[in-house]
C-alpha cells in the first residue's frame, strides 16, 4: 500500500505543480484544481475521494493542501507553471539549511542558489529534511544559508503551508557549507 501511495503522491505532484493539461485538469490563480475533476479526469490512477485524503495526510513532506470545504485539492510548493500561492512575507531565522548533491556545489558558490524552473529557492529548518532533498540527486551536502543577514539586506522570504522556506534566489556570499 506504501509503494501505492508514493506512486500517487508523485503523479498528484506532476499534476498539481506541473503538467495539469496533461489530463485537462484546470487550476485557478492559486493552484487549486477541484477534486471531483481531478477524480473524473485520472488516467493514471484510479483515484477516489479517501484515497486522495489518505495521501494528502500521510505525505511525509505535507506536499498538499485540501481546502476547508474539501472540495478542492493544491500542491503547497515547487511549482514550475505559474499560480499565486498567496504568501505573506515572513522574517526567517538566522539560518536554513538546503540540501543539494555534491556534484552541484562548486556552480553554487560560484552563481548562488537558483530556483531553476520554480518559483522559488526551498529552504529547511531541518537537516534532515535538507539531506534527504539533496541526496535525490547524487551524494547529498548540506548548505547553511544567512537568511537573517539576508533579510536584513532586503531579501524577501515566504513560508508555505508544509513549513518550507521560500526566497527568489541565494547569492553565493550567503552560501556557507554546513
Sequence with gaps: MNKDLTHISKYLSFLLRHKPESIGLKLDESGWASINELIEKSTDHKLTNDLIEIVVETNDKQRFSISTNGEMIRANQGHSISIELDLEPIEPPEFLIHGTADRFLEAILSEGLKKMNRHHVHLSESEA?????????????????????MYTDGFKFYRSANNVWLVEHVPPKYIQQA
Design 129 to 149: 529534511v535538507a539531506k534527504s532533498v539533496g541526496g535525490r540527486y547524487g551524494k547529498p551536502i548540506l548548505l547553511k544559508v544567512l537568511t537573517s543577514k
